[in-house]
T-cell receptor, first 114, second 114 residues
Framework: ETGVTQSPTHLIKTRGQQVTLRCSSQSGHNTVSWYQQALGQGPQFIFQYYREEENGRGNFPPRFSGLQFPNYSSELNVNALELDDSALYLC?????????????FGPGTRLLVL | AQKVTQAQTEISVVEKEDVTLDCVYETRDTTYYLFWYKQPPSGELVFLIRRNSFDEQNEISGRYSWNFQKSTSSFNFTITASQVVDSAVYFCALSEEGNTPLVFGKGTRLSVIA
């Protein structure tokens, strides 16, 4: 086990609602990255937080936002949910960040938007 | 731009057979990092290996081995004497030096039949 935890494990929402997903990073890691994995696809990078600041962002609209807390845990917020937001959301923690450091993933949150 | 191609969508083998999962990558950087992750049905991405672009030595870990060839931009993964527990989706990923995120291939679904 990586020590990265995510909650909730599953979530069902309706279109237009808002959702908050949570992630606790592995002990000693100060960087959290979020990924969206649609069915049958590889994970797509949403954004990364390093020391409570957004440190990079993928091709996702502003309704995807996040936070990182002093204990390095993180939240992913999605506003105005759309059907295409249905996916597995993965959180990964690492030391410092980016490719030179291995990212360790949590079990993910499965979001279904109806 | 970086890109990872896993041309094999699904592979099915009988237990104890050897199987090779292919990964071809594209990058303009001379410094980059390659990864393999395993995703069992539970959804969590399990880290298997990280290789930097300066280290072309092949690696063996138990039944797993990796063949990195810069000349063909490939980083292939072989499982020897496959077991049912190896059934999963396997992802190859690439990250360049600097502030770039992990870019994943679409994954290869491996089914090992008893």
């Amino acid at each position: 086990e990586t020590g990265v935890t995510q909650s909730p494990t599953h979530l069902i929402k309706t279109r237009g609602q808002q959702v908050t997903l949570r992630c606790s990073s592995q002990s000693g890691h100060n960087t959290v990255s979020w990924y969206q994995q649609a069915l049958g696809q590889g994970p797509q990078f949403i954004f990364q937080y390093y020391r409570e600041e957004e440190n990079g962002r993928g091709n996702f609209p502003p309704r995807f936002s996040g936070l990182q807390f002093p204990n390095y845990s993180s939240e992913l917020n999605v506003n105005a949910l759309e059907l295409d937001d249905s996916a597995l959301y993965l959180c990964a923690s690492s030391l410092v960040g980016w490719g030179r450091e291995t990212q360790y993933f949590g079990p993910g949150t499965r979001l279904l938007v109806l | 731009a970086q890109k990872v191609t896993q041309a094999q969508t699904e592979i099915s083998v009988v237990e104890k057979e050897d199987v090779t999962l292919d990964c071809v990558y594209e990058t303009r950087d001379t410094t980059y990092y390659l990864f393999w992750y395993k995703q069992p049905p539970s959804g969590e991405l399990v880290f298997l290996i990280r290789r930097n672009s300066f280290d072309e030595q092949n690696e063996i870990s138990g039944r797993y081995s990796w063949n990195f060839q810069k000349s063909t931009s490939s980083f292939n993964f072989t499982i020897t004497a496959s077991q049912v527990v190896d059934s999963a989706v396997y992802f190859c990923a690439l990250s360049e030096e600097g502030n770039t995120p992990l870019v994943f291939g679409k994954g290869t679904r491996l089914s090992v039949i008893a």
